[in-house]
């Protein structure tokens, strides 16, 4: 077998549980962990409702790049982004030198697409993505009172709520009637709408931002498509995340288009010997709903000589939308349809397959208590 290391693509979580799964399998086993960045671990999904609480950056920072290299006994390169996968000699190439892999994971997460914008202010919109936007962010928000959001997808949601119910004047602007149009039903997404409007936020959706321009030193000026002319301190992004695939294609993988790296059940790609997981990777319909943690379990599995298979145990996702509660269980990408049920307190998505199988819901208010009941009745591949 060659001497080279298991390298590891990507510092988020999946590349973090990888290493920690694989470690806990074998304790001699080389790993490498390349970093685009410092590498520090922070968990991501704070990263959309710490902000109003004030949570300054480095109070999200759960381990530095340092200690998780002594901790789990691994090297770690960090400000190392890799510029390409050398696919017949088996080696990343970096700026300025090559490293061989024994076998190779990519866990390179999403990227948020920039929308296209007219006017002088449009290069100066916001995303956050990552722990130094964040920080960027953070910095900017001293001074502001108003805010505008661009996007209505899960991350959008929580900013407006948080920002919103810490006393900012946040409007959220999106081309869709209601927010999560690509993911929830009419129902429920008008619901969630309407909870976030008495908690503060003002929607402009069926709309679109044409243009952004500086309004003197301080603020900015947003130019709808419905005519709509908003005067602002300050404007970001949070659109849909995209999952990041332009390295994988460019060394000749698979892609699922919108979806990933193409994977098979033991999450290898379809060049053998590189594997994917986490957001960059598109899995089976048989295994979607497997959670990050169980992928990284199975993959150390069949890295350490046994395949395995993802346990599909789905995970719901939760919105950190303390103005609703909201609880959402993707269905895979079939055809089938969406029945809702709402009251005063709550409203029940179901989705159901052609044969009349539960394959995703959306519960919001009273109706995520019945959470554990709907997830027993699933079906899952
Ligand atoms: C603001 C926000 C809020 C969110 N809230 C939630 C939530 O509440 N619940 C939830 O389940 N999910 C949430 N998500 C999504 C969640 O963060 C992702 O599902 C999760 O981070 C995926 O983990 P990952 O390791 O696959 O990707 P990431 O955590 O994105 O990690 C990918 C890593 O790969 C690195 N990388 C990329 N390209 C290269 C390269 N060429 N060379 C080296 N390194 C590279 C990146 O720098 C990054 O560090 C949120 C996301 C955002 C942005």
């Known amino acids: 077998m060659s001497a080279a290391p298991i390298l590891i693509v990507g510092a988020g979580i999946a590349g973090y549980t990888l290493a920690r799964a694989l470690r806990r399998r074998d304790a001699t086993v080389s790993i490498g962990l390349l970093a685009a960045h410092d590498g520090d671990v922070y968990p991501k999904a704070a990263l959309s409702y710490a902000m109003g609480v004030n949570r300054r950056p480095v109070e999200l920072v759960q381990a530095t790049a340092k200690m998780m290299q002594e901790r789990l006994g691994i090297t770690i390169y960090q400000h190392s982004p890799v510029h390409a996968i050398d696919v017949g000699a088996s080696e ?157 294609e460019a060394a000749g993988l698979e892609i699922v288009r919108d979806a990933g790296i193409k994977v098979n059940e033991r999450l290898t790609t379809s060049v053998p010997g590189i594997h994917a997981l986490g957001a960059c990777a598109a899995l089976p319909g048989s295994i979607h709903t497997a959670s990050i943690d169980a992928q990284a379990e199975a993959l150390s599995a069949t890295l350490h000589g046994t395949p395995t298979r993802p346990d599909p145990r789905p995970l719901p996702l939760r919105l950190n939308t303390p103005a609703c509660a909201m609880v959402l269980m993707d269905p895979p990408r079939i055809h089938g349809e969406w029945h809702e049920k709402a009251n005063r307190g709550g409203v029940t998505s179901l989705f159901h397959d052609r044969r009349g199988q539960l394959r995703g819901f959306v519960l919001e208010g009273s109706a995520v208590d019945a959470r554990d009941r709907w997830l027993a009745k699933l079906t899952v591949s």
């Not at 449009?122 to 953070?138: E, G």
């Not at 927010?179 to 709408?193: C, D, F, K, N």
């Open 92 to 248: 990343l190439v970096l700026k300025s030198a090559r490293l061989a892999y024994r076998q190779l994971v990519l866990a390179l997460g999403s990227e948020l697409p920039r929308p296209r914008l007219d006017g002088t202010a449009a290069a100066s919109v916001l995303t956050v993505n990552r722990l130094s936007d964040y920080a960027y962010l953070h910095h900017q928000l001293q001074g502001v009172h108003s805010l505008v959001i661009i996007g209505s997808s899960v991350p959008a949601c929580e900013f407006a709520n948080d920002l919103a119910s810490n006393g900012f004047a946040v409007t959220l602007i999106d081309t869709p009637p209601y927010p999560l149009a690509s993911r929830i039903p009419t129902l429920v997404g008008e619901r969630l709408m309407t909870r976030l409007e008495q908690a503060g936020v003002r929607f402009l959706m069926d709309d679109k931002v044409l243009r952004i321009d500086r309004r003197g030193e301080e603020g900015f000026r947003v130019l709808t498509a419905a005519g709509s002319a908003l005067e602002t301190d300050m404007v970001f992004a949070a659109p849909m995340p995209q999952p990041r695939t332009a390295l994988a």
